[in-house]
């Protein structure tokens, strides 16, 4: 374990979450209510933690697979720690497990909330809570590698941490290069967003942090009631496009401007994708019309794509209670926040690809039953899957659901009912934010002890970065010494 190039990438990492404070300071400052104290000295403590870790100097430049592990896993935990400062030293979120499950729920992009009267707190504090989505997004650490030089192979296990699990091949030979074309991509579709939110009627303000929230898949607002405080069709077409389009695979954008259409409009993933919303969203809608939650199918559709799509993508922005509707359509929302978006995406779950690949894993398997002595091979987008890569699927499948077992079964002991309990682990480990019953769209999870709050939030990170990083800094061979 080379603990002094690790110690290096977190101050790196602690400097531009000093940086990231920045804005949120400034809007602190233009519109007032005491917190541009807090930021300043939030900025001046981390920055002081980072100056810290910079002083430990490695014995060696190189690092391998477990140091890139140790540095995403440490690195999460410690930027959601420091990012809670403004919440506790402005007074906004006093306690330090509330304010630590905020900023973790902030910077996974998960949007679960301990907070009931939201709009009671200042801008300044809004903003920073919304801007974590964006910053946690697409990854702090990618961020990192994208505003810093390329450090080859550093930079690769680096980022092959922090988005585990099967993706895309690269798509640029640099690390580096890929990240800053990332969040290049990310930084359009942001603009792009804020700026057609303004056209419908919305402040600057109020399209920034709604931005960060849907581009970043996140789902904070600076409203009580979410999205539906501004009871706008327009603005809720404007957002469901944007979640559904930050739930797509990032590099499918990087083809479509190299004029790459087949390579798009053949991914298997993003047809499963747009597939499972449009049959899912055709099916909430009959259901909540004919069991008359709604008076007309075009309000049923209005209300079930939305959320049928803030839930696949875990964005987790509401236009309505689904405490309230047909069961049919509170399972349907439960089977979304599972399967979550698309690998590669923002969003979070268990990634549309894992699901198409067990389901072939599966038919595989049939086919053995029927033809003893075939052979075959389960192929994605006509390339065939590794027997590694469809093992690794299998094992993070299992993994998953023992998480959510495991975590539901301590949350449940802090005296929950089955619902809160089993749909708040499965809306944290999804990075979704609203579940069912008291975390239902309209509650929030301020009623859980500070403990069930620390589990989850340890949930939220664990499924952010797709359960390996965070299982490993539990076992204590991954600290024994050795390079490998």
């Not at 930050?246 to 994708?273: A, I, P």
């Not at 079930?304 to 839930?311: C, E, L, P, Y």
Request: hydrophobic share 50%; with cysteine; charged share 10%.
């Amino acid at each position: 374990m080379n603990c002094g190039m690790i110690a290096q990438s977190i101050g790196l990492l602690l400097y531009i979450e000093a940086a990231c404070m920045i804005p949120s300071f400034a809007v602190a400052m233009i519109y007032g209510g005491g917190d541009a104290r807090a930021f300043l000295f939030s900025i001046l403590s981390v920055s002081a933690a980072a100056f810290a870790a910079r002083l430990v100097k490695p014995a060696r430049k190189d690092i391998y697979a477990k140091d890139g592990y140790a540095i995403v896993g440490l690195g999460w935990l410690l930027a959601s720690a420091f990012g809670a400062l403004p919440f506790i030293v402005s007074g906004a979120i006093p306690h330090p497990a509330d304010a630590f499950f905020e900023s973790v729920s902030g910077f996974t992009t998960t949007g679960a909330t301990i907070l009931r009267d939201i709009e009671s707190l200042s801008a300044g504090i809004l903003f920073w809570r919304s801007f974590t989505h964006w910053v946690g997004g697409m990854g702090v650490l990618v961020l990192m590698l994208a505003i810093l030089p390329s450090a080859g192979a550093k930079a690769f296990l680096i980022m092959r941490a922090e988005t585990t699990g099967p993706s895309a091949d690269k798509f640029v030979p640099k690390v580096g290069s890929a990240a800053k074309i990332l969040y290049g991509i990310y930084a359009l579709i942001t603009l792009a967003q804020a700026v057609l939110l303004c056209l419908g009627g919305m402040t600057v303000y109020d399209s920034l942090v709604h931005t960060f929230g849907t581009v970043g898949t996140g789902g904070f607002s600076d409203k009580n009631t979410s999205v539906a405080a501004f009871g706008s069709v327009y603005i809720e077409m404007v957002i469901a496009v944007f979640m559904m389009l930050s739930g797509v695979n990032f590099t499918l954008y990087y083809s479509l401007l190299r004029r790459d259409w087949k390579s798009v409009l053949h991914d298997e993933e993003l047809r499963f994708y747009c597939a499972l919303i449009f049959a899912a969203a055709l099916g909430v809608t009959l259901n909540t019309y004919m069991g008359g939650v709604y008076k007309s199918i075009v309000e049923a559709a209005r209300y079930a794509s939305f959320q049928v799509i803030s839930i696949i993508t875990t964005t987790g922005f509401s236009t309505a209670d689904f405490n309230v509707w047909p069961s049919a359509s509170q399972f349907v929302l439960l089977i979304l926040m599972l399967v979550g978006a698309s690998a590669g995406s923002t969003g979070g779950g268990m990634k549309c690809v894992r699901i198409i690949l067990l389901a072939k894993i599966a038919r595989r398997e049939f086919l053995r039953l029927i033809h003893p002595n075939s052979v075959s091979v389960v192929k994605l987008n006509g390339k065939t899957v590794e027997s590694e890569t469809l093992a690794g699927v299998l094992i993070f499948f299992f993994l998953y659901i023992a998480a959510l077992v495991a975590a539901t079964v301590l949350i449940s002991l802090d005296g929950s009912d089955l619902v809160t309990s089993a749909t708040s682990v499965l809306s944290c480990v999804g990075n979704v934010g609203p579940g069912l019953g008291v975390v239902g769209p309209a509650g929030s999870f301020a009623g859980f002890s500070p403990l069930c709050k620390l589990a989850l939030s340890l949930c939220m990170v664990a499924g952010r970065l797709e359960i390996y990083p965070v299982m490993l800094l539990c076992v204590p061979e991954f600290w024994r010494r050795g390079n490998h």
